[in-house]
Structures are given as structure tokens and as C-alpha cells.
């Protein structure tokens, strides 16, 4: 009998010790480990675990999902997007004038090593969801609320029941264009999808109510299975559109063929680049997986020049405590160029500035 979502979910290696027993670790890199989760639990799907090169210690797919065998960083934040600031109900921010992100749950399929909200450890999904009258309602009074972002944790493992509140109470909103669920379920732990027959006639259900988006995350050509190539497909066939967000990562995309391939796959699944995000300044995070702006401008160009007009829509993107800023390239002076594509303060929008940067510069307030 094939398992239910729930059931494999369960069986997701989640400490060192189940860890050791499936990759050959040394006592040193388990007392390393065992540091990180401390602060920063594990969570790694049987699926995704078996995408790793078991025999190669810098293996990209292992980067993304198990901790640092030398330990925990402390350098960096954990909220280096201001998320705290722009939170107007328990577990709603509503930074950017025409959308809302609802953080419906604090748990995922998979905690991703290079994430940017590992610090979220705050309230349920039944938590949030206990708020959902008062969402509608802060919506319906901001008329210049056009969309609504469902996010988390990840919006997907949550239950259909909770999934379904959510589109039932929006779907209802006329204001709203569209809704976007943000989920990495189609890449770390597609099973959620394909295993879930109910899920996916929900979904087609709302579908034909309001415009509904996934957007997921893809990051190296490898991740691109027949499962979550059947999970993508579900999802296209149900009527939803799917988009992609890629971080660029020190060690796993970072140079312009594999970035290029992954655009290229995206293209081919008829999924929709949206961003290429540098990775942000997280605790944990940026000494392990940051790349330099200038190297990181050089490698986005490079890899978008591969591609054919449909695979050349992302934007480099720095999603900044002041906003999405898009990173352009250089001047001839030598000056990174930048651009805001959003902007808490509506008046950035569409500036464009300039920075000079040096050659181990990674995020804005790293400039000069």
C-alpha cells in the first residue's frame, strides 16, 4: 500500500546520529553538526536525500540540506529584511503597497541550510489561521491590496483543511487578482503533490475561482526529477501557473553553466523564472553560501546570455531591508548599478543608484 504524504513526511531524518547511519561522518563533523541544529533543526526527505552524492563531501545537493559539519557561523542576522517591522497581524507583513504575506506555517517539507527565515520558530498554522477574519479584514481596507502571498514555513505542507480556508476566505475577495502559495514541495518533497489526489482537485477547484500561482524553488539541474517533473505537471494540469525563485549559492550554482541549466530546465517545464536572488545576510548563512556581487553580477549576465528570449526573464535580485533591488551590472567607471523594482518608501521605485563595490562585497550595506 503507497504511503500517505503524512507517513513519509514522518519519516524525514531530523537528527545527527539517523544522519551518520546514511552518510559516513567522523566525530568531529557530528559534534560540528550537532552545534547547528541546536539553533537550526534538520529536516531532510528520504526523496531529497537521495538525490545526494553520498561519496562527495561538497556535493551541491548536500550543501542545501545538511548542516555544516564545522559548526555554527555566528556571523550575519536573522531578520535582515526588516520582516519584524513591517508585521501588522500575527503572522501577516504587509511591507510592499500592493501585496500581503501571510506566514501560515513555521514548518517545511525540508529546512533548506541557506534559508533566510531559519529563525521562525513563532506561531502554528492553526495559530495564524485563527486570525484569518482579521486578514480579510485589514485587506478589504486597504483597497490598493491587489494579492496575497501564502507563505511560511511552506504554504503547501500545510493541511487541506487549513490550504482551503485560506483560498476559500480570498477567493472570495474580488480586489485580489491573484494568489500565490509558496512552497518548495515540488523540488525537496514532491510526494505532497502527486500522492495527494485531494490537494490537487482543491486546488483545480479554487483555480477556477481565482488565478492561483506556485511558486517554488529550483537551484541546481539535478533537482529536475521525473517526481518533480509528475508534481509540476500536476500542478499545470490543475490550472495553476508555476513560477520559480533561484538563489544563487556559493558551491551550488554558482558559475554561469549550471545557473544556465536550471534557467534552461525551467524554460523547458514551462515553469516562469521570477528571481534570481542573492543570497541574503543570514546568521549561519552568508559565510557559507553568499557570493560576491560583482562575481554573482558577472555569473547571472553570463548564464542569462545562454538562454532563448522566453529564458531570459529573471532579474538579479537583492531583496533588501528597503526593498527588491535589482542588481544590473557594472558602469564603465566600475560602479555596481542598481535599480528598485519594489520599495517599502513607493517614491525608490524605479530609482536607479550606484555603488562602488570591492571584490568581496555581498550584500548593500556592504558598500561603500
Known amino acids: 500500500m503507497e504511503q500517505t504524504w503524512q507517513e513519509e513526511l514522518a519519516q524525514n531524518v531530523t537528527s545527527v546520529d539517523e544522519l551518520s547511519k546514511i552518510i559516513p561522518l567522523t566525530e568531529k563533523e557530528k559534534a560540528g553538526m550537532r552545534e547547528v541544529t541546536a539553533y537550526f533543526p534538520m529536516s531532510i526527505p528520504k526523496y531529497y536525500l537521495g538525490l545526494v552524492d553520498l561519496g562527495d563531501p561538497d556535493d551541491p545537493i548536500r550543501k542545501m540540506c545538511v548542516p555544516a559539519a564545522s559548526g555554527l557561523d555566528r556571523k550575519g542576522l536573522l531578520d535582515q529584511s526588516g520582516e519584524a517591522s513591517n508585521t501588522v497581524l500575527p503572522g501577516m507583513q504587509h511591507k510592499y503597497r500592493q501585496t500581503v504575506l501571510i506566514l501560515t506555517s513555521n514548518h517545511c517539507g525540508m529546512y533548506c541550510r541557506y534559508c533566510f527565515r531559519r ?29 496575497v502571498l501564502l507563505s511560511g514555513g511552506d504554504a503547501l505542507i500545510n493541511t487541506n483543511s487549513t490550504i482551503e480556508r485560506y483560498l476559500s476566505a480570498f477567493c472570495d475577495m ?29 486546488l483545480r477547484c479554487y483555480q477556477q475561482r481565482k488565478q492561483l500561482y506556485v511558486v517554488t524553488h529550483f537551484n541546481h539541474p539535478r533537482e529536475f526529477t521525473d517526481e518533480s517533473y509528475e508534481a509540476i505537471q500536476a500542478l499545470q494540469q490543475a490550472g495553476l501557473t508555476v513560477k520559480n525563485q533561484t ?20 524554460t523547458r517545464w514551462g515553469i516562469v523564472q521570477h528571481y534570481i536572488f542573492q543570497c541574503r545576510p543570514v546568521l549561519g548563512v552568508l559565510s557559507r553560501f553568499q557570493v560576491p556581487i560583482m562575481r554573482g ?59 562602488a563595490l570591492s571584490e568581496s562585497s555581498c550584500w548593500l550595506d556592504d558598500l561603500s
Open 119 to 147: 529563525r521562525l520558530v513563532g506561531l502554528s498554522s492553526d495559530e495564524v489561521a485563527k486570525h484569518l477574519d482579521e486578514m480579510v479584514d485589514y485587506i478589504a481596507i486597504h483597497p490598493e491590496i491587489t494579492d
Open 247 to 266: 538563489v544563487l549559492l556559493r558551491g551550488v550554482n554558482d558559475n554561469p553553466g549550471t545557473l544556465a541549466e536550471v534557467l534552461r530546465s525551467c
Open 297 to 355: 553580477s558577472e555569473i547571472v549576465n553570463e548564464a542569462n546570455a545562454r538562454q532563448n528570449g522566453f529564458g531570459k526573464a529573471a532579474d538579479y535580485t537583492m531583496s533588501h531591508i528597503t526593498g527588491k533591488i535589482r542588481i544590473l551590472g557594472r558602469d564603465k567607471s566600475n560602479r555596481m548599478c542598481f535599480q528598485y523594482k519594489q520599495a517599502k518608501d513607493p517614491t525608490r521605485v524605479g530609482r536607479l543608484f550606484s555603488r
Open 174 to 202: 474580488p480586489q485580489l487578482d491573484f494568489i500565490r502559495l509558496g512552497s518548495r514541495a515540488p523540488v525537496s518533497f514532491p510526494h505532497r503533490i502527486t500522492h495527494d489526489p485531494d490537494l490537487l482537485a482543491m
